[in-house]
DNA sequence: AAAATTCAACTTGTTATCCAGTTTCTTAAT
DNA sequence: ATTAAGAAACTGGATAACAAGTTGAATTTT
């Protein structure tokens, strides 16, 4: 009979649902960049949802630097005028989960920069990183068995040694899902892992020497197989 | 006297110290990929905190896609290995809140890109609202007022053209930060402001246009201004 | 004996309650 | 009238209790 159709909104959608109430709140009352929301409690009424829910709604919009809550005293508009403050909500509500291309593309993004910076800035202990990644994943190819995560640590090392925090916690983000992806859609086989080695020697001498721009180049080379592989076939 | 030398750890210590013990906890158990861990209760009666320190925690790490939690049946290490699931967590400690100067780097980074994409994939909405964006900051820069935040809309209606999610994702997380540097450190000064005008009009209409290396170059003018300034005087 | 079923013990997620500071309004003293 | 002190009301955060649903073993049925 399925009587329950109104039912049990999607926890995403109720969440969402409050961002947007929290949005038209801020216009409507005019509050303007460091005044101060009405309480959670009084929100939660307002809207016809759980505290809990504000709470969540609150958090993210935090997470996106919207909204600053201060313990025992309220929570508030960061310094962002109420133009900012639509444009990005609009953002935020519409952002859909990544794809797999727009993940490879941007991956490969930063660490052409990752290499080039790292080439720069890195020190010793830095260096002494890769290397350890570098050979963890020789060694386990060179046995045959999988090195996708042993690849990827070689990669984040990189990216640690770039010295740039920003860059570093999106090459952190987007690990898991590559790797999930690597995995499902088989992108190493052996050919390629063995392959690879040299490919990451090459990266590695490159950044040990200081040469940022051969660094790049090392890495560009070494993406241009995955670059292929993913724009052939496995892209949907 | 200060006797609560010992006492109250700060949230994010509390938070980071659970994270540890879940890693260790795997570590000595050799949980692996799609294994269980203990539950949420037994884990806060393990490690002697709050079942809520423990679920913030795990959010955390499903967050970054190493565990995930399933409603009414437990939570589970995600298809990462040991070793994958170390480094990462280690990247993940480490992670230190992100400077200015890496935040400029790599939104210059991330905006090429976006240039570039987005006058090769814009479709006429997107290019709409790009124009609007454009409208609104030149009308307000010509009527002398402050316009960061119609300047970042118009960046941010760019990274949305370029169709890739991830690029736009991170471009929203990294908005308001740099919104608030600008405004601190008042990067947009009068001049600055009125010659941006034509460089965002130089932008969009290599978009409209559909010519990606033009956009990309145009983008990297207008960012060669806001490059120099970073890195004379401002950067601490 | 094997398969289906029931039920009790656990699981995470949600709601309600309590807590430790903050803020603000009242009140009393100067 | 002004200011300072104090208490009461509020606030976000932490904790405890509850609900909804899954799992798996014990039990019944075929």
Excluded: W
């Excluded at 709470?55 to 309220?74: D, H, N, T, V």
């Excluded at 060179?142 to 996708?148: P, S, W, Y």
């Amino acid at each position: 009979m399925k009587l329950k159709v109104i039912a049990k909104k999607d926890n995403q959608e109720v969440l969402n649902d409050v961002i947007v109430k929290i949005r038209d709140l801020i216009n409507y009352k005019n509050l303007e960049p460091g005044e101060k929301l009405p309480s959670e409690r009084m929100l939660s009424e307002k809207f016809g949802v759980s505290r809990r829910n504000v709470r969540e709604a609150i958090q993210k919009l935090e997470f996106y630097g919207l909204l600053k809550s201060i313990p025992q005293s309220g929570t508030f508009v960061a310094q962002i005028g109420s133009v900012g403050m639509n444009g990005m909500i609009d953002g935020i509500l519409s952002l859909k989960d990544p794809d797999f291309k727009s993940l490879v593309q941007t991956r490969i993004l930063l660490e052409l920069k990752a290499a080039r910076l790292a080439a720069t800035v890195r020190n010793t202990k830095d260096l002494q990183q890769i290397k350890k990644a570098l050979d963890a994943y020789s060694e386990k190819i060179l046995k045959g068995e999988d090195g996708v995560q042993e690849d990827l640590l070689f990669h984040l090392a990189i990216a640690q040694a770039s010295g740039n925090n920003t860059l570093n916690s999106f090459m952190l983000m987007i690990s898991p899902e590559i790797i999930t992806n690597f995995e499902k859609y088989h992108v190493c086989d052996e050919n390629y892992s063995f392959l690879a080695i040299q490919e990451h020697i090459n990266i590695y001498e490159a950044i040990k020497n200081k040469k940022p721009q051969e660094a790049k180049q090392k890495m560009k080379d070494h993406f241009k197989m995955l670059y292929q592989y993913c724009y052939s076939d496995k892209d949907k």
